[in-house]
Each structure stands twice: as C-alpha cells, then as structure tokens.
C-alpha cells in the first residue's frame, strides 16, 4: 500500500509524474522537491525567450507554485536533497527556508541533466553561459540587450536555437561545432549541410570540425580562440559572452549514493515499469536510461517528449498502477530560420553503430503537387532495415510540413511497418496541400526497389 | 500471356495503369483510349485554375500527348469506345481521327464519372456548368472575368472550391446546400458548422438545408429559385452563371455491356486485385467500386489518392503481376479559405449507418505549446470502435497543420491501433512545432478513458 509518493526534481519529468501520480490515486500522499525555487517550466522554450517568441519568461511556467496546493501536491521548491537513507524510506532536504525529513514508499529520480563542460580553458568567467535554468535564459535575454558579438560553442539543438535567437537580436553570432557538421545527433551530414546552407544564407556563422580551446579576456570574455581540426589554423573570435552547449551528463549522484544502477549511457537503467534495480525507485526523463525503440540499446531519452512519457508511466506505477513504457523512438525536430528539420528512430551513424543493415529511400520532393503555386522543397530520407525491409528511421528537412510528415514515419516504426507498408499509405490528398503520392509513399518506392535486390 | 492491354479512359486512374503496365512488363503494347482529346490532367486541381492559384490550364496536364510515344504507349486521344466483343477480347472506337478495332488479352475500366444531374428546373440552359473537365474549368475562368453573380448547386468539395475560388476573384457568391451542412460527406455537423463560420466570415455566403429549384432567365440565368426545407421559404438568388456540383455517378455502361457485375455503390465491382467479376477485366479509379478499409463494406472511391493506388495494382496485374489493393480508408482535405479541413475512416454518420459503435475523443487544441506565439486552434475529433478500442475515424480543423496532422491517423486506421496505441504515439515537439503531447495523443486519452466505462 503506497501512502507516500516522493518526487526528486521538477522539470517536466517530475512535475509529471506527481500529476500523473495525483491522477490516478486522489489521496496518496505526494512531496515533490525542486532545487530551482521555480515550479516547472519549459525548458525547450528557454530560447524562444531572447527571441521574443516566447513573451514573458512566466509564460514558459507550466505550473505556477500554487496550483500544486490545489492538487494536495506538497512542493518543496528551493530545496536540495541532501540524503536518502532508502533501507528507512527516509530522504532529507535543505533549503534556503529550514531543513526536515521526508518518509516516503515509492520515489521518483527526475533529477535531469547536466551541463557537460567541455575541455576549453576560461569557462570559469563571468559571461559564459550554459542556456538549461530560466535563470541562464533571463541573464542572457539581458546579453541579447547590449552585446554586439556573441560565440556559441556546439551546434546541437541547444547550441543552433540559442545561435538563431541571438541572431535575431541583430547580435553577430558564431557556432563552433568540433564534429563536421551541425546536429550530428539528430541528422546525417547531408541533411546538415542543407541546414547550414540555410542558416548561413540568413547570416548566421558556423564553423565546422572546429575546437573551441580558449576563452580569452579579464573577468569576462573578449574572444573565443578556435582551431580548424582539419587544417589547424587558430584564430580568434571576438565574443561579449559566451554560450556553452556542449552536451549534458545524467544527474545521477542521489541514485547512486542509494545503490540505484547506472546503464552504459550513464542514465539511471530502469525497466519499462520505468523502475531502478531497487524495488518502489523510479528514475525518468533526462537522468534515467532506457531502450532504444528499434534496437532495444540502452540509452538516455534526452527529449521532452520521451521525459513526460516516462514519467506518466513511473507516476501511475508509484501510486500503485501498472502500465509500461513502450522504449524510445527518438523523434527529434526544431525549426531554424523557417526551415522544419525533423528526424526519428535511427540516424546512418547510429544504424552502423547498432549494427543494423539499412537500405535508404531518398527523394527530393515538394510539399504540393507541382501544377499548384507555393510549394516548397522537401529532403526526405526513409531507412529500413535491409534484411527485415522494416521502417528504422526517416529525416526531413523543408520549409512547411517536415515535421507532421516526420509523425507518419514515427507512428510507423511504432507500429513496426515495412516499405511495402509504407507505400500503401494512403495520405490525404488535395492540390492546396499535397500531391497523390506523398513524398513519404515515394521514398518507400525507391527504397522497396533496393530492397528486392 | 498477355500481349495486349487496352485501358479505357486517361484520367489519373487510366493514366497511372498504363504507366505501371509499361513499368512492370518494358514489351507488352499498351492502347489508351481517352474520350476527351485532353491526355491525363489533375481534375482536383481544375478549381484552382480559376482563382489563379494554377496560372495556367497546360500545368494540369501531367502526361502531355506526345509524353506517351516514348513510353512506346499508343495513346487514342479523343476516340470513344463504341462497342466491346469481349468474347473475341476486341474492342471498336471512333473519333475524328477515324475509327478502327483493337484487340486486347487485358481491358482496364478507367471510365471514371459524371455528374449526377439534380431535379432542377432550368439545367439545360446556356452558362450553366459542371465542374469535372478541363473544358469546364475554361468556360468557368472566362465567366470569372465577366459575371458578377453566381450560384454553386452543392456545397460538397468541388462546389466549396469552385465556391472560394469565385470569391477570391471578386465574384458574388452563394453556396445552396440541401442538407443541413455542407461537407457532410466529409466531415461531422459540428465540424461543418467551424468552416461555414470560417467561409462566411471571408465573405462567402451559404444557405444550408436549401433546395435549389429552378433557374430562372431566358437563354442563359438570370437567377435562381431556392427554397428553405424548413422554413419552405422561397427565395431569388441572383445568377449570372451557376455551378451544379451536386455530386457523380459511375460511368459504368461499357463495362455493362460486357457483363461486368456492379455493386451497390453503383460502380463496377472489383477484388483485391482490382479485377472485375470477368476474368482479365480491371476497373479502377471513380468507375470502380471496392471494399471500404475497416468494415469491408462496398464503395466508390471518389479520390484520386485511391484512383492511382488502384490503378497502379490493376495496371501491374493486367500486365500478369500479382499486387493487391489494401481498401479504401477515405483520407479526405482541403483547404479553403486558408483553413485545412481534413478527415480519415468513418465518420459518425457513417459509422451510424454502417452499425460501427463509436466512442469519440473530442479535442479543442492548438498546434503549439501555449507559451510560443502564433499557434492556432486545433479542432480535432478521432473515433475509436467501442467494442474493440481500435482507431475508426478522425477529423480535423485548423489554419495549420490540420492535414498533416490526419495522416497519423490514416496509417493508424491502416495498422489497426487501438486508443491505447494512439496514446503511446511518440509524436516530435519543439517549441516552434507542436506541444509534448500532440493534440492526437490528447484526444486518445480522452477517449481512452470512455473506452474504460
């Protein structure tokens, strides 16, 4: 019998999980604990906020402070948990308002991520920044004000919204990206070329299979030193201030100290009850590992979507429920510059990584039949897995509907087609919107065709 | 052995067959007979030549003429069929180019449609039209340059984009529908009612649950009599020309002929391998009637969706390949006025009549997170088969990514998922694209929850 339900941590994971928590049972105890004082915020909208398209940074405050106590959900913001003793069920908390203990049954590890610091000497100064807190947003909104030049180093999804963000402050800003291309994680390097094509022709700098290595000046930046890892020129970037978006780490320290068993992605390894190796402990979202949807290889989601996914699931199991989460596709999009960059399941990289054998549909298509005015580009790219024909993976990249197309392809490797499958799909057709044979129908064609060989 | 196939009829359902029959077999002699001297055109895209949105009649043409010689197709363009001998598998045509026979070992029917004349007063006059022919789509853009007034009979699809498409070209415009909404083909009343408040809003007028009854004038219209089937008002609207888009019937009178069997859709009943009751006799596309996706209840397609993935099976099989149609889901849209009206499987009548149980997720969404600027209601509804929980129908309504969004729900109906499998759909999310949970998966949970009951 679960009578209380204690939740580290108040991102969208943890914030979730007590809801869902709430939800299923309406008089299990619930403490939900935060060491930021702020409840949960969206953290994907951070960006948005120096740009101006997300308003006010309250506006990114999903649930205020207050409406916990609506839901008898005690929240515990401005406090650390400084011990678990689990063998007690007892954990300890420290905050700027006093110190106590908490008892618990089940508890749920939503303690997130971390920044990654890469090696590069002089992140200790004022005026380099990572962009993860609404307090790292606020102070760069306030950077978007009076700087002139900015460098921002890695050119992941963080790193490129950050870079169109500042870029559209009217600020000069530079991405230095150590691999070859921008977005690695997310596309294969001939999607990101088209999107570095894009993003330059708007203005925005990028350097490639670079390493940042030093930020110079007194107590805060005057320039970034870079090094092209091809040719090995140094040079140097002038830069106000710096943004550090090199990757995060699993936060992982309380889980550990309790005896909860880390995976090979360094995430907290749950099972698809979303539970640790300990017995009524959960772990979900960006702190917690579990299995690639395709492969079933173990890693961390990384995504909103995946962490409250997640955390639903933990949530209902804590309170008592049984239900499962289904493993992580990894269905990634943003938008840079108008254009919609969409990817889910498998990269190539990772294919050949995991081992598994693809064959590509790759077509060039249109959004809208090509009689009709207004239609725009689409790079699509489907894989499936060469010995099974099923669907692993899909990217696109265009100015309009990218991304709901990418939905189709994610929903498919859910539901485990094949490129037979995905060529019967029979998408909605009209000339304001979309062509007979969808460009998603066609790159099943070509690839069906590589397959038979 | 086949040698020969004849394919009657070059719209997108003929055309499409005689092209996969080239692909499939690169030797076997191919005769396309079209009626018209036109060869294959977008016929959907025929309204949108006359507000402009296609600049010119020749971007229609998909296969030019003379496209088909070097396919090594004998394309007969402008010759009819006068008589089929389908003992000695010949058939006879004739045309102002002369007339001659044919032998064939396949025939495919792609005879397609015609408008189904309503019992209306007055419809042999001058400056009135259909809306199915490139002919028709000429003489319309030429009254879009000089009348003032006009009257669409039938507020289906083609009748609102004939409808908008006068009204973007300053026209005065009334839509007569006789049943209480329009689109009810399509899409639920509720949802009729959100486009009629959206094109009356634009200026469009629409006079719902009206029977048109005569059209008044001497040669040509000078008005309409319309009179409300409630109220039994009668009432003059003027008419410089008028649109009858009251709907189609299969031309089906040469299949018949032969003994072709119809079904009671009133189309040429066809197998999976889009095969007639006569063997080495296809039907495809607006003549043709098979199985609808999720009861397997007789129908006419009407789409050109369905039109070509029909063709492409009986073009391949008439050429001695074996491909199977999988059934016509419906993925319906368009857009008008700006807004994307979009729908897939059963409808609630639909549903009604075909004794399908239906518990419904209602949604009143938006497509981005609340926090970012500029997202747009959503309307969307997704009905699931109360007794098996599986994914029946959807329907949506929005200025953006409504259409894409139906796609999900196509390939969902075509794999069979439940509500359940609906709610673990990893859909993508970034601030500037959509919310954690998409408004499909919210619409799942809702009706998740009275699938329990």
Known sequence: MVEHIAVIGCGAAGA???LQARKFDRKVAITLFNSEKYSQYSRCGLPYTISGKVKNFE?????PPESWAGLNIDAKLGFSITDIDHKKRELFFSGADGEGKQAYDSLIFATGAKNADPPIKGLDKKRVYGLRTLDDAKALAKEADKAKNSVIIGGGLVGMEAAEAFHERGLNVT??????????????????????DHCRAHGLKILNNTAAQEILGGDSPSSVTVKNRETEEVSKLPADFVV????????TNLA?????????SHGIKTDDRMMTNLKDVYAVGDCAENLEFITRTP?????GTVAVRQARVAGINAAGGDVRFPGIVGAKVTKLFGLEIASTGLTEDMASRLEVPIVKGSIKGSTKPPYYTGGQDLKL???????????????????????????????????DIDADELFDFENCYAPAVCDTWDP?????DVAKKRLKR
């Open 381 to 415: 790219k489907t894989f499936f897995n060469k010995d099974t024909g099923k669907l692993v993976g899909g990217q696109l990249v265009g100015l309009e509907d990218a991304a709901m197309r990418l939905n189709v392809l994610t929903l498919g490797i859910q539901q």
């Open 175 to 196: 991405v230095v990206e150590f691999l070859p291309h921008i977005l690695l994680a997310m596309v294969d390097p001939d999607m990101a070329q088209i999107i570095e």
């Open 16 to 18: 979730t999980a007590a």
């Open 299 to 303: 890693m961390a989601g990384g995504l």
């Open 440 to 444: 998603l129908v066609q790159s099943a």
């Open 256 to 264: 550990q100290k309790i005896g909860a068993d880390l995976g090979p």
């Open 59 to 63: 506006d990114l405050v999903l649930m």
């Open 244 to 251: 550090v978006a090199t990757g995060v780490r699993p936060v």
